[in-house]
């Protein structure tokens, strides 16, 4: 039986779901800590509030990932699940997403930290649902075709996070150049990562390789990591790795506006992964053999290196700029809609 109205309490809306900041602070602090070395080394650059928002976003998206893959902390990836259950979940995602950005409680950490860092930067739920997007595109399975297609991946998945990471260092929604910039290094480490984890996401059933590329190198359908492959598939690597560069170089001309410190932690940042990229592309046809690692003394050499770029930050654009940009992927997304209406690319074993 249900309660009268006249006893039911209201719910109240506060940031953060009505916790407490410093305990939102923690965990997603320890989420970073456990679920990206990389990032979390980089972040602790940045000045007090600055670090403790950009631990709360990325506590948001790791949860988001996770519950997609049936990961933890960005482990080994879970068994998968049906599409059905996969599109469930997203929505469940958009649901609690929604909640957070309005002060509402998610009983979820995560999506709480969320609210707390939006009511305090400004992060709107178009910005947020663009992430999701990603998500989604990983739950219908759904396979770039052609190079635009990558590239409208990568802006869901990291280009859309790395202009929430601009609204946290305190860039305005009017600043569209900065935003863009923002969204530029997004791309660019997204491709570090997809050249890094071709043969990971080859044995989940993923691949990110754009069919058309696949095609230009006589690669059949399914046999992307076979040995007699490791050539074509190298040539493949170089696409992404070049890619990355010119995003990254595009990307950090946007960083002089940031104060000092942000700027030092995204130079930090931006070495990383371009060493990523470079370490992938140097060892060629071996780049599988063992996952690439950038260790603690390499990344500390990163640090001291960002340091003198962030006292004299090169605003120079790179001439020509990438080809597909924040702008030109969201007119894809108007015209398009938020998901691609487009055949699937079938997995080996449905041929």
């Not at 998500?135 to 802006?155: G, K, N, Q, S, V």
């Not at 569209?176 to 570090?192: E, I, K, N, P, V």
Request: proline share 6%.
């Amino acid at each position: 039986m249900l309660a009268p109205s006249s006893v039911m309490r209201p719910t109240y809306r506060s940031a953060g779901g009505g916790r407490y900041r410093p305990a939102l602070v923690d965990r997603a602090g320890e989420m970073i800590r456990k679920g990206s070395k990389s990032f979390h080394a980089a972040s602790r650059l940045f000045d007090t509030p600055t670090r403790e928002r950009a631990w709360m976003l990325y506590a948001w998206c790791r949860q988001c990932d996770d519950i997609v893959d049936g990961q933890q902390l960005g482990g080994e990836l879970g068994v998968k699940v049906d599409q059905a259950k996969a599109l469930d979940r997203i929505e469940a995602i958009r649901i609690l997403t929604r909640r957070a950005l309005d002060g509402e409680p998610t009983a979820d950490i995560a999506f709480d930290a969320l609210g707390q860092v939006a009511s305090e930067c400004g992060i709107k739920l178009d910005n947020a649902f663009d992430v999701i997007d990603g998500f989604e595109l990983d739950a219908r399975d759904w396979r770039p075709r052609t190079e635009a297609d990558l590239m409208r991946y990568c802006y869901h998945v990291a280009g859309a996070v790395g202009v929430m990471m601009a609204r946290v260092m305190g860039v305005p929604r009017e600043d569209s150049d900065t935003l863009d910039r923002a969204c530029d290094l997004g791309l660019s480490f997204q491709l570090a990562n997809i050249a890094r984890d071709l043969a990971e996401d080859d044995a989940a059933g993923r691949c990110y390789v754009p069919a058309e590329w696949l095609a230009e190198e006589d690669i059949e359908p399914g046999q992307l990591m076979k040995p007699h492959h490791r050539e074509e598939l190298a040539d493949i690597a170089q696409r992404l790795v070049d890619l990355s560069r010119h995003h990254r170089k595009a990307g950090l001309a946007g960083t002089s506006k940031l104060s000092f410190r942000q700027r030092w932690a995204i130079h930090t940042a931006a070495r990383i992964y371009g060493e990523i990229a470079e370490e992938v592309d140097r060892r060629g046809p071996a780049a599988w053999d063992r996952r690439v690692v950038i260790g603690r003394p390499r990344k500390l050499g990163h640090v001291f290196g960002a340091f003198f770029e962030a006292v004299n930050p090169d605003d120079e654009l790179p001439d020509p700029m990438p080809k597909h940009s924040r702008q030109t992927i969201l007119i894809d997304v108007r015209m398009h809609g938020p998901i691609p209406d487009a055949p699937m690319t079938p997995l080996p074993d449905e041929e």
